[in-house]
């Protein structure tokens, strides 16, 4: 039975690769409705037993880029021309939710631990060292118990306390609110790293979410932020080209919160929408119909990887975007989030 749904999968990708999408437009902040709410699943429960430990057969490794308070509005009005390409050769949602509080270490931690904040108790949003570490077990937990080297590459110290240093091989950080000139840039960092071999890496831009707070969420100067971002982005890519690694390499990008006037982490929309792009082998092209959560992340890296996903998170895989059945009993967010 195994076998036959192996079997299902790949006849599945086959003919998910052949499809083509537009060139995603993204005019404003789209508003989830009950259409593209699919009923929800306990964490738990799955369609697919057979195949979630199963890694699918090219993804050789994952990359996890985080755009700080990036608004899914703000691709588009900031010209990102890979984020943009990512999108259009792979799937994606513009209403994805984040969590509440919709704050950077929460909604990290929420990311990366796949749960929600009740659970891995990372509520504050400062770096603050004697709080220790978010709770539970992470995505790098996993693939560290597994073998795999994780890389750790942030915009923002706090960020350490996501994940205990013993579950990342490597992790950096250039935080530009320390008052400190560093020597290395983020991309330099990702790259060196890329070049020592990666099987998960997690790489985060601030530079958006600094300009917000300074000049406002979808001014100019935010929108030149994310510019500059995803042409490192488009470095770091070119990189894994030459290197003959871009093909197998899934990408997730996504965000931890979006933003209105010079702040965030309320439950305005404008807060809890982010964007959530999957591109890699046997992706399939489309925007998704799942209402995609921002804990969902930890579970689709971890079956992409044929991980054991554990009972605990509150986050489950995207199956759809391997062409797979949606679940019907799929999770929502978090107790007062959408």
Not at 49 to 56: K, M, N, W
Not at 108 to 136: D, F, Q
Not at 156 to 161: D, Y
Request: proline fraction near 7%; glycine fraction near 8%; include cysteine.
């Amino acid at each position: 039975m195994r076998y036959f749904y192996l079997l299902i999968i790949l006849c599945l990708i086959a003919c998910g690769q052949n499809a083509s999408l537009p060139t995603p437009i993204v005019d404003s902040i789209p508003t989830a409705t009950a259409s593209l709410i699919p009923p929800t699943l306990s964490p738990t429960e799955t369609l697919i037993p057979a195949v979630t430990s199963t890694p699918l057969p090219t993804v050789k490794r994952v990359m996890i880029i985080s755009f700080d308070g990036l608004r899914p509005d703000a691709i588009q009005a900031a010209e990102m021309t890979n984020l943009l390409s990512l999108m259009q050769n792979g799937a994606y949602s513009l209403t994805a939710q984040t969590i509440l509080p919709s704050l950077t270490l929460p909604a990290h931690s929420s990311m990366l631990v796949g749960t929600c904040p009740a659970k891995h108790i990372a509520r504050w949003n400062e770096y603050v060292p004697e709080n220790g570490y978010a709770l539970g077990t992470d995505i790098f937990d996993l693939a560290k118990a597994a073998g795999l080297r994780t890389v750790f590459v942030a915009g923002k110290e706090k960020l350490r306390q996501v994940t205990e240093p013993q579950s990342t091989d490597f992790f950096g950080f250039v935080d530009a609110t320390d008052k400190i000139e560093d020597k290395i840039s983020l991309e330099t960092m990702a790259i060196e790293e890329i070049r020592k071999g990666f099987d998960l890496m997690f790489l985060h831009f601030p530079d958006g979410d600094l300009a917000g707070h300074k000049d406002g969420w979808m001014s100019r100067q935010q929108l030149l932020a994310y510019l500059l971002d995803d042409k490192s982005l488009g470095l770091i890519l070119d990189v894994l080209k030459s290197r003959n690694l871009y093909d197998d390499t899934l990408f997730i990008i996504t965000s931890d919160h979006g933003g209105h006037d010079s702040t965030h982490g309320t439950d305005l929309l404008e807060d809890l929408t982010i964007p959530w792009v999957i591109s890699g082998p046997g992706v399939i092209q489309k925007q998704l119909e799942t209402q995609v959560h921002i804990m969902d992340t930890s579970a689709t890296v971890a079956f992409a990887l044929g991980l054991p996903i554990p009972p605990e998170w509150d986050g489950s895989p995207v199956y759809e975007v391997f062409g797979l059945p949606v679940d019907p009993l799929r999770t929502g967010g978090c107790t007062g989030t959408p």
